[in-house]
């Protein structure tokens, strides 16, 4: 591979990791302004966990897999760009909603337009990074999720002061539209199956999506894998939407202390994980693929005593350090597991693949955290008012022993070793 080609598939992965942060930036924003929303719109926590949880995710992963079918046959960087405006004009039309239902409804038309950016562009970093490189690759994409929680914490908390939670919508959705201006012109579409731009002779075969189901369903290492990420984004969904109110009601913060403190403190933890756990994966990996799962696994669980520590204890300032150590160790899984799963798929099925992943994800995670974690919360309430929030967090820490229990699952369903596409047992 010469220099310009390692140069321009930097770039590539440059552009898409920052749409992603365009992504979280415009996911994340509703969370730092919830507490003035719920005000003026008098929600409960059971209303704010389906805005942010269960309707965004039953959109997102429902219309993501038909995306991902586009995807995997037609050109992704036009749909990666098409989905960028779709959200940023949505999240800014959600600066005009009057009542729950025009929220939840603009909510929803972001997640439809945020299902046609991962599967799409995880699909193009594999066509552009080897099988011994993608865990990285994918680790780096991911990390836009975490800088996008932090600019979106950052900037909305201010925002919030500044200007109020409608305006706020509007500055942070309408630059999206420029964004996907950029992706059109400057990304090229990679042969399809490509590794370094090379194409992968395999790439043309068509596969239809109950073939692609199947054959993903036929391995034991997925079917735990994903599971497993999935009920890592039980916690890590609850915590985004709910820690927050949290460190508000519990610890007396303010809007605008909460989205500098937990900005930075998601934003840096959040990209130091997962950078190490995506190269740990790689380096490890080389000599026995099964660390690829092994890593987010023992990632997770160092994670949750942090956690728990983070909701008990008193010290304001110990439970920030809590919140950053804990979620170091708890941003290592999701680069492993989607380099794992384009591992073991064929080229034409990897956006299908990305999709089917995100579904099991989004619905396990997105769609059932942070709206079981609020219910709990209401429920909670008339006996512990505030704090009913804390012990509701606490039991969606716990979910991560099942996710750690399905990598080392998953993990010792892989072969030690296998070739650019090894299957793992069924």
């Not at 299902?115 to 990390?143: F, L, N, Q, V």
């Not at 925002?159 to 950029?182: E, H, T, Y």
């Not at 400057?186 to 043309?204: F, I, N, Q, W």
């Not at 209401?378 to 009913?388: C, H, I, K, Q, V």
């Amino acid at each position: 591979m010469n220099a310009e080609t390692r140069s321009y598939r930097r770039y590539v992965l440059f552009i898409l990791t920052l749409v992603y942060v365009f992504n979280f930036v415009d996911r994340q924003i509703l969370v730092i302004l919830q507490e003035p929303i719920k005000a003026e719109l008098g929600l409960s926590d059971t209303q704010l966990g389906l805005l942010t949880g269960f309707a965004f995710a039953l959109f997102y992963v429902v219309v993501g897999i038909p995306i991902a079918r586009w995807a995997d046959v037609g050109n992704r960087r036009n749909i990666v760009s098409l989905a960028l405006v779709v959200w940023s004009g949505m999240t800014a039309v959600s600066g005009l909603a009057q009542n729950y239902t025009q929220l939840l409804l603009a909510r929803i038309g972001v997640g439809v337009g945020e299902a046609g950016a991962s599967p799409p562009s995880h699909s193009m970093i594999s066509d552009y990074y080897a099988p011994e490189e993608r865990g990285a690759a994918m680790s780096i994409y991911s990390m836009g999720l975490y800088i996008g929680i932090l600019v979106g914490l950052l900037l909305g908390g201010w925002l919030a002061d500044k200007i109020g939670w409608r305006m706020a919508f509007f500055a942070v959705g309408l630059p999206g539209i420029l964004m996907a201006v950029v992706v059109r012109l400057t990304l090229k579409e990679p042969p399809r199956g490509g590794t370094g731009m090379v194409s992968d002779p395999s790439a043309g075969e068509g596969y239809t999506f109950k073939e692609t189901l199947s054959y993903l369903w036929g391995s034991k290492a997925f079917r735990n894998a994903s599971f497993a990420a999935g009920f890592c984004a039980f916690a890590g969904y609850s915590s985004l939407t709910f820690i927050p109110s949290f460190l508000i009601r519990s610890h007396a913060m303010s809007v605008s202390e909460v989205g500098v403190a937990l900005g930075l403190i998601i934003g840096v933890s959040g990209v130091i994980g997962a950078l190490s756990g995506g190269f740990l994966a790689d380096k490890l990996g080389k000599n026995d693929m099964r660390w690829y799962m092994w890593v987010p696994g023992i990632g997770v669980l160092i994670s949750l005593p942090f956690s728990l520590l983070a909701l008990t204890l008193e010290s304001l300032n110990a439970v920030l350090v809590c919140i950053f150590i804990g979620n170091v160790f708890m941003s290592c899984y999701l680069g492993p597991t989607i380099a794992i799963a384009h591992h073991l798929v064929k080229p034409s099925m990897r956006a299908t693949t990305s999709a089917i992943l995100f579904f099991i994800l989004n619905i396990v995670g997105l769609g059932c955290g942070p709206v079981v974690t609020g219910m709990i919360s209401d429920y909670l309430a008339p006996e512990y008012g505030a704090e009913s929030l804390r012990y509701a967090l606490m039991f969606s820490c716990l979910v991560i022993l099942i996710a750690v229990v399905q990598y080392l699952r998953s993990g010792s369903a892989l072969p030690k070793h296998a070739d650019e596409r090894g299957q793992a047992d069924t």
